[in-house]
């Protein structure tokens, strides 16, 4: 199945996205709610393109992977993810953390990484919990 990735940025009060491997495909919005929709809205009308216009990946099946950058993250899982606890899975200082989400600061490669080994860390763990 071919995969198409969106990366989702932030600016000071808006979200844009825009497929990272495929063209043609943007939106924006206030949230990331509104973004998501928006690329999806937008990959709709570029399927209703005459055949030769339309991008390999889009035709058949695919999946969309979404790229979001350290601060939409943390301010897209705020109400689900404080930042005391990805403090404390990350070994990132909560202060530092608070930058990022605020976009007062960007994390350098190494640390945007070390948040993503840790989310996925614990993602591994949830899947293998049953009650």
């Known amino acids: 199945m071919k995969r198409i990735k969106v ?23 206030e949230t990331i709610e509104e973004v998501k929709k928006s690329i999806l809205e937008c990959i709709e009308i570029v399927k209703g393109f005459d055949d030769r ?22 301010k897209y899982y705020k109400g689900i993810f404080s930042q ?5 899975i990350t070994g990132i200082n909560e202060k530092l953390l608070n ?8 994390p350098r490669p190494s640390q945007a990484k070390k948040i993503e080994a840790a989310l996925h860390k614990l993602g591994s763990e949830l899947l293998a919990v049953k009650l």
């Open 7 to 29: 990366v989702v940025e932030r600016s000071k009060d808006f979200f844009w996205a825009y497929g990272e491997n495929v063209g043609k495909i943007s939106g924006g919005g």
């Open 53 to 74: 216009n339309i991008p390999a990946a889009l035709k058949g099946e695919y999946e969309i992977e979404w790229k979001l950058d350290v601060g939409s993250f943390l």
């Open 84 to 88: 005391t606890g990805i403090a404390k």
């Open 99 to 106: 930058h990022y989400a605020s976009g007062l600061k960007k």
